[in-house]
């Protein structure tokens, strides 16, 4: 029963939930800064690829869910053969050291299991000039959402695939041996415990 929630139901909620049309400034604004040979981590069913702009040269997504890979599939026959998808977790990137300008993750590091592991990756494979772009949700700056946000997450995680709504993700990144150059934070429309967001630009240190 857990096994079709997860690999047929949950793939479908995950297209539907990241559609929210409040999402998509934050896409907007992210994905501008893109330049290069581009990682997404995370890549879901490619909901970003229509907001990259023409300073990227191939754009790799990297997703372990066959589902979501499927759709972002077909989100990508309209991104002009610049696009290749790769079945596969950020916590074991199949790519060379220093090989990539800029990496995206957008509301995926809250998901990653071991997400520390996945940003130390990140770092690797990032050239040493290169970029991390994100926007993320995560722990709350108030102690009363917080302590939702603790309390909700063992089950929350249970029906999300995953999700965490406590990681603390501007600290996750530092102690990845990144400087952040850009973040801002806030919440967005929506309950509190779900939807305090970090959106920003960091780089290797
Ligand atoms: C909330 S969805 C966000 C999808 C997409 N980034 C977007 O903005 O629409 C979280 C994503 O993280 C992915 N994910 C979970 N574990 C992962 C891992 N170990 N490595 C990479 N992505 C992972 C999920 O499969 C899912 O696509």
Redesign the pocket.
């Known amino acids: 029963m857990m096994g079709f929630y997860n690999d047929v139901v949950l793939p479908r909620l995950?297209h539907m939930a990241?559609r929210n049309r409040h999402f998509a400034p934050y896409r907007r604004r992210v994905l501008s800064g893109t330049q290069g040979e581009v990682l997404e981590?995370?890549?879901?069913?490619g909901?970003?690829l229509p907001f990259y702009g023409p300073h990227v040269r191939a754009i790799h997504g990297?997703?372990?869910?066959p589902q979501?890979v499927r759709i972002a599939r077909r989100a990508a026959e309209h991104s002009a053969g610049r696009v290749t998808l790769i079945e596969g977790?950020?916590?074991a990137i199949p790519f060379d050291d220093k090989s990539l300008d800029t990496i995206v993750t957008?509301?995926?590091l809250c998901?990653?299991?071991h997400a520390g592991r996945?940003l130390a990756e990140v770092r690797r494979v990032l050239k040493p000039g290169g970029q991390l772009l994100f926007v993320e949700h995560g722990l709350g700056p108030d102690a009363t959402v917080a302590q939702w946000q603790h309390r909700l997450t063992p089950l929350w995680s249970q029906v999300s695939?995953?999700?965490h709504l406590d990681r603390p993700i501007q600290a996750l990144i530092a102690q990845a041996g990144f400087d952040c150059t850009h973040l801002e934070t806030g919440y967005m429309k929506g309950p509190k415990p779900m939807t305090y967001m970090y959106e920003g630009r960091a780089v290797p240190k």
């Open positions: 995950c990241m981590i995370g890549i879901g069913s909901l970003n990297l997703e372990p869910s979501l977790s950020a916590e957008t509301w995926t998901s990653i299991p996945a695939g995953g999700c």
